[in-house]
């Protein structure tokens, strides 16, 4: 997901005497990949705490299932990204439990039956499936790198950015300009 910022109308004259009071492009840079950083880092808290909740499990589990990192910008790359890697998490982690007609899990936060499931202990207290085949088919809940884009995830991301970005930068060239605009 990429947030874009336009600037217009009264917002553009207010940024163009701003980046002028600060003088020089490498102070312009240096308060705009500040700025990046502290809205990539709470919306970096918030994304954690939605995909968390989101998903069905601890904040610790889903960040070391899906490696969910967050790469800063800098002055010479002004972008921030929130990155995550890993395919589908094993019903296992989500409170599985054998009971008679399967096994009963909380993936994406509600509990409910797989039905004709089976819990291995041999195999880590993976649960499966028998195929047609005969062979164990594994069973398996959300997807981290695909939760990370979707429903209140993406939401939180966006209108934390949206929110924070503006505010930030703004502080950020009063600071570099020690107030020389208004």
């Not at 997901?1 to 701003?18: S, V």
């Not at 808290?45 to 610790?60: I, W």
């Amino acid at each position: 997901m990429t947030i874009r910022m336009d600037l217009d109308g009264p917002g553009l004259t207010h940024f163009g005497r701003a980046l002028a009071a600060l003088g020089d492009e490498a102070k312009a840079r240096m308060a705009l990949s500040r700025a990046i950083n502290k809205a990539s880092a709470r919306a970096y808290t918030q994304v954690k705490r939605s995909l968390a909740k989101q998903v069905g499990a601890p904040q610790a589990r889903v960040l070391r299932a899906g490696a969910v990192r967050r790469i800063p910008a800098s002055a010479s790359r002004l972008e921030s990204c929130i990155t995550s890697r890993g395919g589908y998490t094993g019903l296992k982690d989500f409170r599985a439990r054998q009971v008679r007609r399967g096994v009963s899990a909380a993936p994406w936060g509600a509990r409910r039956l797989f039905r004709s499931t089976f819990i291995v202990p041999r195999l880590g207290g993976q649960v499966f499936k028998r195929a047609a085949n005969r062979k164990l088919k594994g069973v398996y809940g959300p997807a981290v790198p695909k939760e990370l884009v979707q429903n209140e995830t993406a939401e939180a991301f966006r209108t934390t950015v949206e929110t924070v970005l503006p505010a930030e930068l703004d502080r950020q060239i009063r600071g570099l300009s020690t107030g020389a605009f208004s």
